[in-house]
Protein backbone atom coordinates (compact mmCIF):
# COMPACT_ATOMS: atom_id res chain seq x y z
CA UNK A 1 0.00 0.00 0.00
CA UNK A 2 1.34 3.10 -1.00
CA UNK A 3 1.80 5.36 1.62
CA UNK A 4 3.15 9.24 2.61
CA UNK A 5 3.88 10.68 5.75
CA UNK A 6 5.45 14.58 6.18
CA UNK A 7 7.08 15.78 9.53
CA UNK A 8 9.03 18.49 10.27
CA UNK A 9 6.44 21.28 10.13
CA UNK A 10 5.65 23.45 13.05
CA UNK A 11 5.89 27.43 14.22
CA UNK A 12 9.00 29.51 12.64
CA UNK A 13 9.74 33.31 13.30
CA UNK A 14 10.18 35.65 9.61
CA UNK A 15 13.76 34.85 8.52
CA UNK A 16 14.06 30.84 10.05
CA UNK A 17 14.15 28.02 8.46
CA UNK A 18 12.41 24.39 8.74
CA UNK A 19 13.28 20.93 7.38
CA UNK A 20 10.16 19.19 5.91
CA UNK A 21 10.86 15.35 5.58
CA UNK A 22 8.33 12.91 3.48
CA UNK A 23 9.05 9.48 4.50
CA UNK A 24 7.32 6.48 1.79
CA UNK A 25 6.16 3.28 2.36
CA UNK A 26 5.23 0.77 -0.11
CA UNK A 27 7.14 1.81 -2.56
CA UNK A 28 10.67 3.09 -3.58
CA UNK A 29 10.70 6.72 -4.80
CA UNK A 30 12.78 6.15 -7.80
CA UNK A 31 10.98 6.25 -11.26
CA UNK A 32 8.23 8.52 -8.84
CA UNK A 33 8.00 12.48 -9.28
CA UNK A 34 7.80 13.36 -6.17
CA UNK A 35 6.58 17.00 -5.26
CA UNK A 36 5.63 19.47 -2.33
CA UNK A 37 2.48 21.50 -2.41
CA UNK A 38 0.68 24.20 -0.16
CA UNK A 39 -2.62 24.85 0.78
CA UNK A 40 -2.45 28.85 2.87
CA UNK A 41 -5.49 29.66 4.86
CA UNK A 42 -8.60 30.24 2.86
CA UNK A 43 -6.95 28.94 -0.46
CA UNK A 44 -6.06 26.50 -2.79
CA UNK A 45 -3.36 24.12 -3.15
CA UNK A 46 -0.56 25.36 -4.78
CA UNK A 47 2.49 23.67 -6.40
CA UNK A 48 5.92 24.51 -4.64
CA UNK A 49 8.08 22.11 -6.03
CA UNK A 50 9.05 18.89 -8.18
CA UNK A 51 11.78 16.47 -8.84
CA UNK A 52 11.71 14.17 -11.74
CA UNK A 53 14.93 12.17 -11.69
CA UNK A 54 17.65 15.09 -9.95
CA UNK A 55 16.51 18.01 -12.15
CA UNK A 56 14.43 20.30 -9.42
CA UNK A 57 11.49 23.21 -10.51
CA UNK A 58 10.33 25.45 -8.06
CA UNK A 59 7.31 27.97 -7.76
CA UNK A 60 8.36 32.03 -8.12
CA UNK A 61 7.56 32.66 -5.06
CA UNK A 62 9.75 30.06 -3.00
CA UNK A 63 12.66 30.40 -5.79
CA UNK A 64 16.30 31.09 -4.25
CA UNK A 65 14.70 30.43 -0.53
CA UNK A 66 13.28 26.49 -1.03
CA UNK A 67 15.23 23.81 -1.40
CA UNK A 68 14.03 20.09 -2.76
CA UNK A 69 15.95 16.86 -2.72
CA UNK A 70 16.13 12.90 -2.43
CA UNK A 71 17.22 11.91 0.68
CA UNK A 72 17.52 8.49 -0.20
CA UNK A 73 14.99 5.71 -2.19
CA UNK A 74 12.24 6.62 0.21
CA UNK A 75 12.83 9.94 1.65
CA UNK A 76 12.39 13.66 -0.08
CA UNK A 77 13.25 16.67 1.91
CA UNK A 78 11.91 20.22 1.60
CA UNK A 79 14.44 22.73 3.06
CA UNK A 80 12.84 26.13 3.49
CA UNK A 81 14.89 28.99 4.52
CA UNK A 82 14.56 33.06 5.22
CA UNK A 83 10.62 31.80 5.70
CA UNK A 84 7.52 34.60 5.14
CA UNK A 85 4.26 34.79 6.97
CA UNK A 86 2.94 34.33 3.52
CA UNK A 87 4.57 30.73 3.61
CA UNK A 88 2.15 29.73 6.43
CA UNK A 89 0.25 26.68 4.95
CA UNK A 90 -0.14 23.14 5.11
CA UNK A 91 2.51 21.17 3.55
CA UNK A 92 1.71 18.31 1.69
CA UNK A 93 4.10 15.45 -0.25
CA UNK A 94 2.45 14.25 -3.54
CA UNK A 95 4.05 11.25 -5.62
CA UNK A 96 2.88 9.78 -9.13
CA UNK A 97 4.64 7.13 -10.42
CA UNK A 98 5.90 9.13 -13.92
CA UNK A 99 8.96 10.36 -15.78
CA UNK A 100 6.91 13.71 -16.38
CA UNK A 101 3.90 14.15 -14.52
CA UNK A 102 4.68 16.17 -11.53
CA UNK A 103 0.46 16.08 -10.45
CA UNK A 104 0.54 13.62 -7.86
CA UNK A 105 -1.99 10.67 -7.80
CA UNK A 106 -0.72 10.06 -4.20
CA UNK A 107 -1.22 12.43 -1.53
CA UNK A 108 0.61 12.58 2.35
CA UNK A 109 -2.10 14.32 5.40
CA UNK A 110 0.10 17.64 5.42
CA UNK A 111 2.26 19.12 8.20
CA UNK A 112 1.51 22.56 9.31
CA UNK A 113 3.64 24.80 8.84
CA UNK A 114 3.01 28.80 10.56
CA UNK A 115 5.59 31.41 10.04
CA UNK A 116 4.60 34.27 12.68
CA UNK A 117 6.55 36.04 15.28
Known amino acids: QVQLVESGGGLVQPGGSLRLSCTAS????????MSWYRQPPGKERELVAF?????TRYADSVQGRFHMSRENDTNTALQMNDLRPEDTAVYYC?????????????WGQGTQVTVSS
Open 94 to 106: GARHSSYNYVPDH
Open 51 to 55: IIGDK
Open 26 to 33: GFTTGGYV
